[in-house]
T-cell receptor
Framework: EAGVVQSPRYKIIEKKQPVAFWCNPI?????LYWYRQNLGQGPELLIR????????DSQLPKDRFSAERLKGVDSTLKIQPAELGDSAVYLC?????????????FGPGTRLTVT | GQSLEQPSEVTAVEGAIVQINCTYQ??????LSWYQQHDGGAPTFLSY????GLEETGRFSSFLSRSDSYGYLLLQELQMKDSASYFC???????????FGSGTRLSIRP
């Protein structure tokens, strides 16, 4: 079974430019998470989806960040415009609500560098 | 709000036993999870405790005391490959709503 897929793996952009990250969760996993992880810190939740509904986006900086999960499968996270402080690893994770919802499967992440 | 505390760094010797503690403050507690993350890698799930007591999975065990808002991860027969960061994470309000600690970096010496 394929794991969580993310692309791109690395992205370098100049500040004020837009950037988008894509995630395809494990097949059948209805819960999808986007996290941001700074060096030496734990993952910080940005948004959580249950199917296509965003059920927790309280930590998403809505002035510049947006996300969508069309058809309740893959998801895109966008930053526009990017700031220097957005440099981090952006992780996508998925879990199965019925069964073990606490067990999250993480993708390899996208390492974003804003210059 | 929710908060977790765990040591930032722990060093241990290969073959030994190490315990990584985690204390938390949360409302609507559901359970405590542990994740392992190697440098440059993705976090991987290790264990979950919803009830008080010890859960054992091979060389790793995890303990929870709900009354003390405390848990720990116990790693036995340490191997060099166990060198990684370990995160405790609390589920609150629902099992899928999770907040992570800042992580404990475990270094193993030969």
């Amino acid at each position: 079974e394929a794991g969580v897929v993310q692309s791109p793996r690395y992205k370098i952009i100049e500040k004020k430019q837009p950037v988008a990250f894509w995630c395809n969760p494990i097949s059948g996993h209805n819960t999808l998470y986007w996290y941001r992880q700074n060096l030496g810190q734990g993952p910080e939740l940005l948004i959580r989806y249950e199917n296509e509904e965003a059920v927790d986006d309280s930590q998403l900086p809505k002035d510049r960040f947006s996300a969508e999960r069309l058809k309740g499968v893959d998801s895109t996270l966008k930053i526009q415009p990017a700031e220097l402080g957005d440099s981090a690893v952006y992780l996508c994770a998925s879990s199965l609500e019925r069964g073990a919802p606490y067990e999250q499967y993480f993708g390899p992440g996208t390492r974003l560098t804003v210059t | 709000g929710q908060s977790l505390e765990q040591p930032s760094e722990v060093t241990a010797v290969e073959g030994a036993i190490v315990q990584i503690n985690c204390t938390y403050q949360t409302s609507g507690f559901y359970g405590l999870s542990w994740y392992q993350q190697h440098d440059g890698g993705a976090p991987t799930f290790l264990s979950y405790n919803a009830l008080d007591g010890l859960e054992e999975t091979g060389r790793f065990s995890s303990f929870l005391s709900r009354s003390d808002s405390y848990g720990y991860l116990l790693l036995q027969e340490l191997q060099m490959k166990d060198s990684a960061s370990y995160f405790c994470a609390v589920s609150y309000s629902s099992a899928s709503k999770i907040i992570f600690g800042s992580g404990t970096r475990l270094s193993i010496r030969p």
